[in-house]
């Protein structure tokens, strides 16, 4: 069954937030496995924004809407953010990487609600035939959905 563009970004930030859960219940010992979980916390991120950035926004942004314009100059503010502390996480001292993981989840956890409250809902806003492109597309770039 194919999900609904958004429904499928929505996924995502509960797969990123189940990332960041197995992360918290590894022990100190398993650093192999740690690195592994952030990895992947980094490239999910990177993946998520670089969907929206190529399919949701664009379509938004044909709506000519003074206030969706706004709501993406945030969320692209917010997206350099949050990838730059991923990045800065990736390359830092393992003593710090905790405290900088619990940094992240924050913020990612943050940036959901927003998209989800404020963003998303635009998307009603959208033609189906565009809803139904972007989902295909969206499955495309990322494949098939993961179960949460």
Do not use: C
């Not at 996924?11 to 952030?38: G, I, S, T, W």
């Not at 295909?136 to 494949?143: A, F, S, W, Y």
Request: aromatic share 6%; glycine share 2%; net charge negative.
């Amino acid at each position: 069954m194919q999900l609904e563009p958004a429904e499928f970004l929505i996924h995502d930030h509960f797969h990123l937030k189940d990332l960041f859960a197995e992360y918290e219940r590894l022990v100190p010992a398993q650093r192999d496995q740690k690195a592994a979980v952030l990895r992947k916390i980094d490239e999910e991120l990177r993946l998520h924004v670089r969907v929206e950035e190529q399919l949701l926004y664009p379509s938004l942004l044909s709506l000519n809407s003074r206030t969706v314009e706004e709501l993406i100059r945030t969320a692209r503010s917010e997206h350099k953010a949050l990838l730059a502390a991923a990045r800065d996480l990736l390359q830092a001292p393992e003593e710090e990487r905790d405290r900088l993981v619990k940094n992240l989840f924050k913020q990612v956890d943050l940036y959901a609600g927003f998209e989800e409250r404020r963003l998303l809902p635009w998307m009603r806003e959208l033609p189906g035939v565009t809803l139904r492109e972007m989902a295909l597309e969206m499955e495309e770039m990322k494949g098939p959905h993961r179960e949460p």
